[in-house]
């Protein structure tokens, strides 16, 4: 009877053994796989983020909206996709005009036939401040003619995006730097050439001042703030 009971316990606790270590290999099987789950969604969406906004293409797939572009800027443009681009700092939408833009870092030209560029000295997309964009009165930033204040405009990071509000829209001369100063709020300001058809050198310089939309649409890096109103200058 003993023999029997000794060796029916040790058949429990090898049964018992097994039905932990399967736990045990499943547990572990489970974290590494939601890991692996994770890391998988992060690539794909910074791989969506880089096929989206370094192409210069619509979110489905079709060329911007070449409606309002001058033909010379249109094929500058097609003539720049030939060349590398790197990852952009942002996607700039405003659905009022039907834009969705890649922002590169700086405002030469490859970037402006491109994309639209972030100006030097102003902050990136995503931190505090008034961050300053630049872009073609004959491309990508003709659609600005047709803001009108309350018009929202998104900037979309790859960590955050913000929401943002025309204030104002401003005419001033190319001099005028004051338009990309530090506001109260965390703010957004629009530059490009004016007037829009101008033939030559434009000699003015169109501005859109918009603010955060409210604290709750506040990316989380914009936690203090330094606000918009103006406008700002222009690329031919």
Known sequence: MKVFRSGFERFLLIVGLLLV???????????????AE????????ETAFRAETTS????????????????QRI?????????????????????????????????DEFTLNRAVGHIDGT????????????????????????LQQGDAIELITQKESARYVVEEILIVSP?????????????????????????GSAPQRYIVHASIANSADRPRALQSSSGVRGRGQETH
């Open 21 to 35: 270590s399967f736990y045990g290999a499943a547990h572990i099987h489970g974290v590494i796989s939601s890991r």
């Open 38 to 45: 994770l890391n998988r969604f992060w690539q794909a969406r």
């Open 56 to 71: 210069g293409a619509r979110e489905d797939g079709r060329n911007p909206d070449f409606r309002l572009w001058s033909a």
């Open 75 to 107: 094929a500058a443009y097609k003539q720049s996709l030939s060349g590398a681009a790197p990852l952009p700092l942002a996607v700039l939408s405003i659905p009022a005009i039907n834009l969705d833009v890649p922002v590169f870092e700086g405002t």
């Open 123 to 146: 902050p990136e997309p995503g931190q505090n401040g008034n961050v300053g964009i630049a872009g073609h009165r004959d491309g990508f930033f003709r659609g600005l003619k047709d």
């Open 175 to 199: 001099a005028d730097v004051s338009v990309l100063r530090s506001r109260s709020n965390a703010s957004l300001t629009l530059v490009t050439c004016y007037p829009f058809y101008y033939v």
